[in-house]
């Protein structure tokens, strides 16, 4: 996943209206300083941010406003969310696209709709 996410950064590394949003899935141990070390590590910068929170609701954003785990859940000690899933928002918020992170074609697909994406915003400034 996060190899497929730098490709993703790289790509679109000096684009004012890109951003990628990464959200730990064990707030627990993925302290702030925890995930400077891991943005380090793999040059995580500029567009991209590692976010943790309170595991109740990363985990019900995930669920309810992202759908990448259909589930049901409370966010508590034994609850677990892992997926291999990119989702592309757009700017009003509304989802546009659901891609495995791991799969070449799919990451492909992504930066195909993404230049859509820009393509339709610069159509309507």
């Known amino acids: 996943m996060t190899a497929g996410l730098k490709t993703v950064q790289d790509k679109f590394q000096n684009d004012p209206f890109f951003l990628i949003n990464s959200f730990s899935i064990d707030p627990e ?25 309170k ?10 406003v992202y759908m990448v785990d259909a589930s049901e859940g409370d966010g508590g000690d034994q609850d677990f969310i892992h997926s291999d899933k990119l989702v592309l928002v757009d700017q009003l918020g509304r989802i546009r696209g659901f891609y495995n992170g791991t799969d070449a074609s799919q990451l492909e697909q992504l930066f195909k709709d993404i230049s859509r994406l820009k393509k339709e915003k610069s159509e309507t400034d």
């Not at 595991?55 to 309810?64: C, D, F, G, H, Q």
Request: proline content about 0%; cysteine-free; overall charge positive.
């Open 29 to 53: 141990r993925d302290s702030v300083k925890r995930l400077a070390q891991y943005a380090s590590r793999f040059q995580i910068d500029g567009n991209w941010n590692l976010l943790t929170g």
């Open 55 to 64: 595991k109740e609701l990363i985990y019900k954003l995930a669920r309810k």
